[in-house]
């Protein structure tokens, strides 16, 4: 079992515990965040490094096809975007937080894809999954833009369905950490993030190239 797995069984047994306890037990509040920044396994592990992030799946979003797989939406023509979804305690990280954590780490310029992996289904996008996510998320994407000096290409749009994606994606940078280290290196997804925002790349993620 994953670390990550593990947390997130931890942090169920403490609701359970919570509820059982009666009226007066306190349940954590959660909210969950949609983004879509390029390969989701690089995704998935950023967020995991963020403080107030309870658990994150990768997934496909924003497509018309019903239980896509990864192959159909990798080939094309599904409109979903590799996505990962983020359970996050809004006590701890605010969903501002987030978004900004988010820019950070990927290049918004780019309309083409990210970094080596090219294509509609590695586009960026914001999928806000309340009115007031998708207001935010707006105006962040302007101040993004006056501090680029220039129009981003991601996304802001309500959120759709969420697929989960096979098993084998979640957690890959756990289960196979050579590789992905290797990979996230090779299609140049650090570099390209610090030459976009320089001293700013990575803002809120403890440990991105883990």
């Not at 965040?33 to 658990?55: N, P, Q, R, Y």
């Not at 590695?122 to 309340?130: E, L, M, N």
Request: aromatic share 12%; proline share 3%.
């Amino acid at each position: 079992m994953s670390a990550k797995r593990a947390t997130g069984l931890a942090f169920a047994a403490t609701l359970l515990a919570a509820g059982a306890a009666g009226p007066t037990g306190a349940q954590q509040k959660t909210e969950t965040a949609i983004f879509a920044g390029g390969c989701f396994w690089c995704v998935e592990s950023d967020f995991d490094h963020v403080t107030g992030v309870l658990d994150t799946t990768s997934g496909y979003t924003g497509g018309s096809l019903k239980d896509p797989t990864y192959h159909q939406v990798s080939a094309g023509g599904t409109g979903h975007y590799e996505s990962v979804r983020i359970t996050f305690d809004p006590s701890k990280v605010s969903y501002a937080q987030l978004l900004d954590a988010y820019w950070h780490s990927v290049d918004p310029t780019d309309g083409g894809g990210q970094f080596c992996d090219r294509g509609a289904s590695y586009k960026t996008a914001i999928f806000a999954t309340s009115d007031a996510q998708l207001k935010e998320a707006q105006a962040s994407e302007a101040a993004i833009e006056k501090d680029l000096g220039r129009k981003v290409a991601t996304k802001v749009v309500p959120a759709s369905t969420f697929y989960p994606a096979e098993d084998y994606h979640q957690d890959y940078y756990e289960k196979n950490p050579l590789k992905y280290r290797y990979y996230r290196y090779a299609c140049g997804r650090n570099a390209r993030v610090e030459e976009v925002w320089g001293d700013k790349a990575y803002e809120g993620i403890k440990d991105h190239s883990s």
